[in-house]
């Protein structure tokens, strides 16, 4: 970085679109191989289950290609140019990680209690609250939730691969 | 007048007590969604349509229909109230708006913006009652040819009215067609870039992508620009709703102009967004007073509500009436017709009159109970602002997470949503449009089927689609489009060469 910006920046834009369109090229080469395994052209009933993708796949590395041509050397001031900054990018993992976490934690052992303890963890460690607080929203978000779901709407929601804690508490 | 009997009809439909109150509902519900930042129109009813399966489809396309015309009339209060636009379409709203309720005038400006919404939709209800069965009846004729024509005409217009690069439009849209081909081959039945991974065999469901895009990718944004919301309080007042009303006429031919930019950039899908602005842009330039605009002025807020409403409203029209919904949010009601076992498209006119009918009805008692709520409940709804962004994220996240689940109760989905949502990051901050992406994955399907049914009428020959003056003037006009920005380029090269010499 030649120039000293007010924040430090994790990635520029230029990096950012560079990577972007390297990934719209490996997806495009991706199909394409894809469909050319199908069979891309014309078979005996017509065009073959890989026609369409092929051509699709085919736009894609064209057009990628002319945005990586223009992110290397046509925009080149966008070096600058901070696709995000430090602080915000704290943030926004701050929400990204756990919100992972809790997307596992769906998978494993269901969504009412996962959801019940990420409510109330992002609560008390991000929007620093009192305990009972947290844990009677995230408590109140659950039981809505199965409320408005289960019984209300009959739409069952994931019950966990792993362990079931619903099962305590003698719910199926 | 054949239309007007067959809209008493649907009156008849809509007016049953069940589906009144499940437009209340749905109103209020949209208001919410509007006003909350990650859930907006598209992703709010992508995550409520598992809701709607239990009931009779013409109740639940009212209810999911009036859940788009709240989150319209929500986008309007957070801009005007809190200078922070809940939809991407309220966005033109805030220039005014908010320096209105700075004033003290939040009122007005709130009363201003919800009665011009409300004539754009009007506007355009009337629109699509009497010129929807006339497309629908022309389409009729329409084969295999004329309709990829149709498709390729619509995804032409999204290149041609970009502003960003046009290749980024054609890459993001190219994604969602090559991720609408994986799964099934509607043809032949045969798997396709599954990669024998057995989760992918179901395909990349849309309401996935919109639920993943619009939602987790906005709570990521939302998060980066660290909310903090401070706002001016307001409550409408009879009096000043009548002091307002009184002052509106006189801005009839902003009226009229924005309801016609409107219905123009729905039916094209330009969308709302852009509808907006150019209102904006227009009334700015044509009016008396253009250069108080973005101090305060009631023309201002007049504009781009009622251009964004109008295009909202007609995004519905070429939905109906032939298959292709003009907006990302109508993409997901056509979604749900589908999801009912409707296939929306000119025979939905001959088959399911009764259904067709009774959502046009409920458009416009939908919009007239939608205008009686936010004007009664403005401070509620702005109350529901001020619940601090830490409770809201995480509760947000884990509806998204429920909405993504039940498409197809598959855990996996939820975590091909977390993955749509980082792409809507990253998509956002790139200006790689979202809106193509999302109407190509819905579509893809039918594009392709349209296409391969032409290929087969003419052996592999791309004449067909100049084989006849219908389709071949739509081709021409989609081609038009496409080169669009290649013929702005080249004549701001020489105006710029003009300029310099």
């Known amino acids: 970085m030649s120039e000293p910006s007010k924040q430090e920046m994790v990635v520029s834009v230029r990096t950012m679109e560079i990577i972007t369109a390297l990934l719209f090229l490996v997806f495009g080469f991706v199909v394409m191989t894809g469909s050319i395994k199908l069979g891309a052209s014309w078979g005996s009933d017509g065009p073959q289950s890989g026609y369409f993708p092929f051509y699709i796949s085919l736009i894609i590395l064209l057009s990628s290609a002319v945005t990586l041509y223009q992110a290397v050397f046509q925009n080149k001031e966008k070096k600058q140019e901070a696709f995000v900054d430090k602080e915000p990018f704290r943030q926004v993992m701050a929400v990204f990680i756990p919100a992972l976490v809790f997307i596992l934690g769906v998978q494993l052992i269901g969504i009412y209690v996962s959801s019940a303890i990420y409510i109330a963890v992002f609560m008390v460690w991000l929007g620093k609250y009192a305990y009972w607080k947290a844990i009677a929203v995230g408590l109140g978000v659950s039981i809505a939730l199965y409320v408005l779901f289960e019984v209300w709407f009959q739409v069952p929601l994931p019950r966990g691969t792993w362990f079931n804690p619903l099962g305590i508490v003698g719910v199926q | ?194 990669f024998g991974n057995h989760e992918l065999m179901r395909g990349f469901d849309f309401l996935i992508a919109v639920i993943g895009l619009f939602g987790i990718g906005e709570i990521l944004l939302s998060m980066e620009e660290g909310l903090s919301f401070s706002g001016a309080t307001a409550k409408i007042r009879s009096q000043i709703v009548w002091e307002t009303w009184k002052q509106l006429p006189k801005y009839w031919a902003t009226s009229l102009r924005s309801c016609l930019i409107g219905c123009w950039m729905g039916i094209t899908p330009g969308g709302a967004t852009p509808a907006s602005f150019m209102s904006y842009g227009v009334a700015k330039r044509v009016s008396k007073r253009g250069e108080n605009f973005g101090k305060g002025e009631m023309e201002g807020i007049i504009a781009p509500e009622t251009a964004a409403h109008a295009a909202g409203t007609a995004a519905l029209l070429p939905m109906l009436s032939l ?179």
């Open chain 2, 1 to 194: 007048m054949e239309e007007i009997n067959l809209l008493f009809q649907g009156f008849a439909v809509a007016m049953s007590p069940f589906n009144l109150m499940l437009m209340l509902v749905g109103v209020t519900l949209g208001v919410i969604i509007g006003v909350l930042p990650g859930l907006g129109g598209a992703n709010g009813i992508a995550i409520l349509l598992p809701l709607t399966f239990t009931m009779p489809p013409t109740s639940a396309i009212i209810m999911l229909s009036c859940i788009y015309w709240g989150a319209l009339f929500g986008g309007a209060i957070t801009s005007i109230l809190f200078n922070i636009p809940g939809e991407p379409w309220s966005v033109a709203t805030t220039f005014d708006g908010y320096p209105m309720a700075r004033n003290g005038k939040a009122g007005a400006a709130l009363t201003t913006a919800f009665t011009s919404s409300f004539v754009g939709a009007f506007f355009a209800i009337v629109m699509i009652t009497f010129l929807a069965p006339l497309v629908a009846k022309f389409a009729l004729q329409f084969g295999p040819p004329e309709f990829f024509a149709v498709y390729f005409l619509t995804f032409c217009s999204f290149v041609g009215m970009n502003k960003g690069s046009p290749f980024k439009v054609i890459s993001a849209m190219m994604l969602g067609f090559a991720l609408a081909t994986v799964g099934m081959d509607t043809v032949t039945g045969q798997l396709r870039l599954t």
């Open chain 2, 323 to 501: 298959g292709i919904p003009g907006s990302p949010t109508a993409a997901v009601l056509l979604g749900g017709l589908l999801i009912w076992g409707l296939q929306p498209g000119p025979l939905l006119f001959v088959e399911k009159p009764d259904f067709v009918w009774g959502l046009i009805a409920s458009m416009y008692l939908g919009n007239l109970a939608g205008l009686f709520v936010v004007l009664t409940c403005v401070p509620l709804f702005a109350s529901i602002l001020r619940i601090p962004f830490s409770i809201i994220a995480p509760i947000i996240i884990v509806i998204c997470a429920v909405g993504a689940y039940t498409v197809h109760n598959a855990t996996f989905d939820v975590w091909l949503m977390m993955g749509f949502g980082v792409l809507g990051y990253i998509f956002k901050k790139l200006d790689y449009p979202m809106a193509p992406m999302v109407l190509a994955l819905v579509l893809g399907d039918r594009a392709e089927d349209s296409f391969r049914q032409s290929m087969l009428m003419s052996q592999g020959s791309l004449e067909i689609f100049f084989s006849n003056y219908l389709v071949g003037s739509i081709t021409a006009l989609a081609l038009g489009l496409l080169l669009w920005p290649l013929v702005g380029k080249l004549t701001k090269k020489k105006a710029v060469q003009a300029g310099n010499s």
